[in-house]
């Protein structure tokens, strides 16, 4: 049942009115963030067209059908051959599509598009997921667009994406977008409590890192992050100081480093996280730290320094952030970083 989802409360009211009114769309756009839940939503709303046992207009969530619905036997990422087709739950009404390299093959389109012109075989709908929706490429967006227009009325076809600005304006101008927000930091930290995943500071943190995302928070490794935030502390403490320019060096020289290149942007989200909420402290404010638990280590660097200077600092994060689209040289960018932030006063 929907009440069983944290959050999105008019997505909810939008899909109960649908379903409620017996005109669920033939395609549907799920548009938010993610990590956001958007998956868990169309599942039961495909529980909900196929529930043998309905509590008003939602699926049961334990009749057989419920159940088998959300089983799925993914696929290895790299097989190909898979991603080719549609992959069915458990109920053979309810199937869906992955990109494979970042990309949706048009193979797995066509098949979707074959598998919507049959009748449901067990119950009452037949709905189709499509992951990462903004990983159509052009073949598969006109073999899509075919059959969201002839799609009979037994079928759905939810489209899930994170950047629905990405899909062909003709494929959007067909389904009936249905939008989903964030958390409050309060809804989630709840709701990571009652659900037993987390407790008192690891909840908190949990949700402040996490930006109102649930499927985030669920997977977030906080000793992995703490790990990874000390090191940066150890850079704004240098920073704040006054810069010691060999300890920055040190720094930049162990982040640049390519053996640890997948831990660069984890260590840049880390110290642009530890600058915000310095920015905040010395802004007078700092009731929205997502590092509450550094709070009077913080608070210390801020005594006498400059919000703009923070506020500085954050500017050149960002744009640190966009050189890395042109695959710069991490460790030369570093350097320049550390010692212009250095340089503000």
């Known amino acids: 049942m929907f009440d ?7 997505a909810k009211e939008t899909l109960r009115r649908m379903l409620g009114q017996g005109r669920v769309p033939g395609a549907l756009l799920f548009a938010g963030e993610g990590g956001l839940g958007k998956k868990s939503f169309a599942l039961e709303l495909a529980r909900a067209l196929n529930c ?8 049961c969530g334990v009749c057989p ?14 097989d190909r051959e898979a991603h080719e087709k549609l992959i069915w739950s458990d109920h053979r009404d309810v199937g869906l599509i992955r990109p494979y390299n970042r990309n949706i093959l048009v193979k797995a389109v066509r098949d979707l598009e074959r598998e919507s012109n049959f009748r449901p075989v067990e119950g009452a709908a037949r709905v189709f997921l499509v992951e990462n929706a903004e990983s159509l490429n052009e073949s598969a967006s006109n073999a899509l667009l075919k059959t969201l227009e002839e799609a009979p009325p037994t079928t759905h076809i939810v489209l899930i994406t994170s950047r629905p600005s990405s899909l062909l304006p003709t494929i959007r101008s067909r389904c009936q977008t249905v939008r989903f927000a964030p958390l409050t930091a309060e809804e989630l930290e709840s709701f990571l409590v009652k659900q037993g995943k987390r407790a008192g500071a ?8 996490a930006s109102g995302r649930p499927g985030v928070a669920l997977g977030l490794n906080l000793d992995t992050y703490r790990a990874r935030r000390e090191s940066m502390l150890g850079v704004v403490e240098a920073l704040a100081s006054g810069g010691d320019r060999v300890r920055l060096l040190r720094a930049a020289e162990e982040m640049g480093d390519a053996k640890n290149k997948d831990e660069y942007e984890p260590r840049l989200d880390a110290l642009e996280i530890l600058v915000r909420d310095l920015w905040l402290l010395a802004l007078g404010g700092g009731g929205a730290l997502v590092n509450q638990d550094l709070r009077e280590r913080l608070a210390h660097l801020a005594e006498g320094f400059a919000a703009a200077r923070a506020a500085s600092w954050l500017t050149r994060i960002e744009e640190l952030r966009g050189q890395l689209a042109v695959n710069v040289n991490r460790r030369a960018a570093t350097d320049a970083l550390f010692l212009s932030m250095s340089a503000d006063r």
């Open 4 to 10: 069983t989802l944290v959050g999105n409360e008019r």
């Open 52 to 59: 043998r046992d309905r509590r008003g207009v939602e699926g």
């Open 202 to 209: 690891e909840a908190r943190l949990a949700a402040q890192l």
């Open 65 to 78: 059908a419920c159940e088998r619905i959300g089983r799925f036997q993914l696929p290895a990422a790299d």
